[in-house]
């Protein structure tokens, strides 16, 4: 996943005075084990990720993949709370998922929470 960083380049081209025109996007590309977890190296991203969020512990694009690695290894109350505390982050932005789709990391927090839910309630039946 990519949370939103190119700008340098585009600020040092404005000038100094200019007339007010579109915002400028930002993009940030993160490191959040997405190719540990693509080639199921789940432990190897749970321990990257338990150890970036102790420098950044309410980064919503670190505590949504916390809960899918949390969930494939088979820990899904710890995939819930990693999910809530992401959906609970006073950090927002948008997040690019796999399919290439861009959306709010508090929407992503959630949608992956009811999945959670959703497969807890199919392997209980």
């Known amino acids: 996943m990519i949370a939103s960083v190119i700008l340098a380049a585009l600020l ?14 930002m993009i940030e590309h ?48 710890r995939a819930a709370a990693a999910y809530r505390a992401a959906i609970d982050s006073p950090t927002r932005y948008q997040l690019e998922l796999a399919d290439g789709r861009w959306l709010d990391s508090r929407r992503v927090a959630r949608m992956a929470l009811d999945r959670l839910a959703t497969s807890a309630e199919m392997a209980a039946r």
């Open 30 to 77: 993160k490191q959040v084990s997405y190719d540990a977890l693509v080639n199921g190296e789940t432990e190897r991203a749970i321990a990257a990720l338990e150890a970036r969020l102790l420098e950044e512990p309410a980064d919503p694009a670190l505590l949504i993949n916390l809960g899918a690695a949390y969930a494939r290894a088979g820990r899904p109350e």
């Open 12 to 25: 040092a081209a404005q000038p100094e005075t200019s007339l007010p025109g579109p915002e400028l996007e």
